[in-house]
C-alpha cells in the first residue's frame, strides 16, 4: 500500500521527467518549479496559475509544461476535465474550505516537484 507522499512523489517525477534533458525547457522548468511551492503560499493557488497562463509564451515553452501538468494533477483533485478553464472555474466555485484543502495539496505536490527537480535538472540560475 502507497502512501499519499509516494503517490506525489512518483508523479512529481514523471512530471520533471518530461522536462529532462529538453535544453533551454529544462533550465526554465527547474527555475518554475523551485518557486512554485512559495509562489502558491504567497500568492494563492488561483493567482498562480493564472500568472503561468499569463507567461506562457509557445507549444515548446516550459512556462506552459509546468502549467499543463499542473492542470492535469488539479484535474484529478477537482474531479473536473484537463482544461485550464475548467479548472479555474471549478476552484472559483467551490467552498472555502475545500479551496484551502486543494491549495494545501497543491503545496505538497509542488514541494515535491522543487525537491525533484533540484536534483534532477539543470538549473538557470
Known sequence: MRSLQQDRMKKAYKYVCIAKGEGKIESKYATLAKKLPSM????GLITTLTFLKSKEKNEEDATKLLLNQLVEYLSK???TENNYNEVIA??????????IRISNEMIAFSTWLK?????ELENEE
Open 40 to 43: 502558491i503560499v504567497h500568492n
Open 77 to 79: 483533485e477537482l474531479q
Open 90 to 99: 471549478k476552484l472559483c466555485n467551490i467552498d472555502l474550505i475545500d479551496y
Open 115 to 119: 525537491r525533484i527537480a533540484e536534483g
